[in-house]
């Protein structure tokens, strides 16, 4: 993990410095220090290892909402925060990207078509944008509060994918981060995802794209994953996740070490 984060760390320092097109030359040897890592990071079934000096104290847990644009995360994100909060839950609901940061405020740039990225930069910067949260979530973890987290790692990995980068290069920077307890995906043809209100208006929203988005989710799917029919009701959906969620904050509590992603 040390060297492919070093060269991730490089690039994106270059990148945030210089622009795009400083960052060309050293994104080949970010991809081969980060594959010599990835080839250790497929060994368990999910590729999550405990992290170094976790133990099985009792903690939050990291809750991560994934699926296609216009799936319903941010409605069921809402609603899971409510229900636990009202169980007397330690709990903080969290989006990625982070729009606040100044990593952040290039992304949302980039997201809503006003400014051009070549598209290994941007994968790096939405990447940094979570390293920047890390520390801090891991922080929290361990003080008891789980995290209801609006996107993560996985859809860095299917959206850069999607639009023709190297599987394996885009799994690379993610590697080390904390792993999720659980992936709540919400199941939605893309067709039915374009039907819903306010769809089109960043530049990933397009329907053929997030077809190919939904292909790549399906190559992350591990044993932390719950995939949910988001073609269900508000409130059906809402119900099953409670169900499943409230099951891994239980198991957390009673104590879980906690994992980094894609580690082993």
């Known amino acids: 993990m040390t060297h492919a984060f070093s060269a991730f760390s490089f690039t994106v320092s270059k990148t945030l410095n210089f622009g795009a097109s400083a960052v060309r030359g050293s994104l080949n040897l970010g991809l081969n220090l980060s594959r010599e890592c990835l080839v250790r990071s497929i060994r368990m079934e999910n590729g999550n290892c405990t992290l170094k000096g976790a133990n099985n104290e009792s903690r939050g847990a990291l809750v991560v909402f994934e699926g296609l644009d216009r799936s319903g995360k941010t409605s069921q994100c809402g609603r899971l925060l409510s229900y636990l909060e009202g169980l007397g839950h330690s709990v903080e609901l969290w989006r990625f990207p982070d729009r606040s940061t100044s990593v952040g405020q290039m992304i949302s ?3 809503t078509n006003k400014s051009q990225l070549d598209d290994h930069t ?4 939405f990447s940094a944008n979570r390293w920047d949260k890390r520390s801090l979530m891991e922080t929290k973890l361990k003080a008891g509060t789980t995290l209801i987290v609006d996107r993560y790692s996985y859809s860095g990995v299917a959206f850069s994918s999607a639009k023709g980068l190297d599987f394996e290069w885009c ?3 993610e590697i080390g981060l904390i792993a999720p307890d659980l992936v709540v995906y919400l199941d939605i043809p893309a067709e ?3 039907e819903r209100g306010g769809y089109g208006g960043e530049r990933y929203e397009q329907l053929e ?5 939904a292909q790549h989710y399906k190559l992350l799917e591990d044993s932390s994953w719950e995939i949910v029919d988001a073609c269900q009701t508000l409130e059906v959906v809402e119900k099953q996740v409670k169900e499943i969620v409230l099951e891994h904050v239980t198991t957390c509590q009673k104590g879980k070490a906690l994992s980094s992603l894609w580690s082993c």
């Open 109 to 111: 740039a980039y997201l």
């Open 122 to 125: 941007i994968h790096l910067l």
């Open 209 to 213: 794209f997030q077809r190919k988005v």
């Open 192 to 194: 039915k995802a374009a």
């Open 171 to 173: 799994k690379a920077p």
